[in-house]
């Protein structure tokens, strides 16, 4: 019972893999962000755009366009944000799941240190056990030889 705990390697990787998940989920966390961000930038860019005040066809045609144009590109802003969003939700189940596995290995190695206490707490009850009981025998023989 004196080996070590046999899965300790399977224990640190689990670590290691946890750790990456959390580093995952911290980088989706500031995509994010960024994309929430330049989605409402796209949105005050779009809410700024003023039409000009010639009555031209041609100016209200090339505003209206680029009106269009920034409105597509918010459009798709906002998707990007939604999509980054849900790879925050992905990242945070996959962390998740990576601490149900490093806990499993933990709880393992748990009960084997456990387990090593109590066999070592046995054979130090044992070895004084031997020795109470030892000792009154080898007086007796003592007292028989005298």
Do not use: C, W, Y
């Amino acid at each position: 019972m004196k080996k070590g705990f046999r899965l300790a390697s399977v224990l640190r990787a689990r670590q290691a893999q946890e750790d990456a998940a959390r580093g995952e989920v911290l980088r989706a966390r500031r995509d994010a962000a960024q994309a929430a961000d330049e989605a409402a930038a796209k949105d005050r860019t779009l809410a700024n755009h003023e039409v000009p005040d010639e009555d031209t066809a041609r100016a209200l045609v090339a505003a209206l366009t680029a009106r269009q144009a920034m409105a597509a590109t918010l459009a798709i802003a906002r998707q990007l944000a939604v999509v980054a969003e849900s790879r925050v939700d992905e990242q945070t189940q996959e962390l998740t799941e990576a601490a149900k596995r490093r806990r499993t290995v933990e709880k393992l190695a748990e009960r084997h240190a456990e387990q090593a206490r109590r066999h070592a707490q046995a054979a130090d009850q044992s070895m004084l056990d031997e020795l109470a009981t030892s000792d009154p025998i080898r007086a007796a023989a003592r007292e028989v030889r005298s």
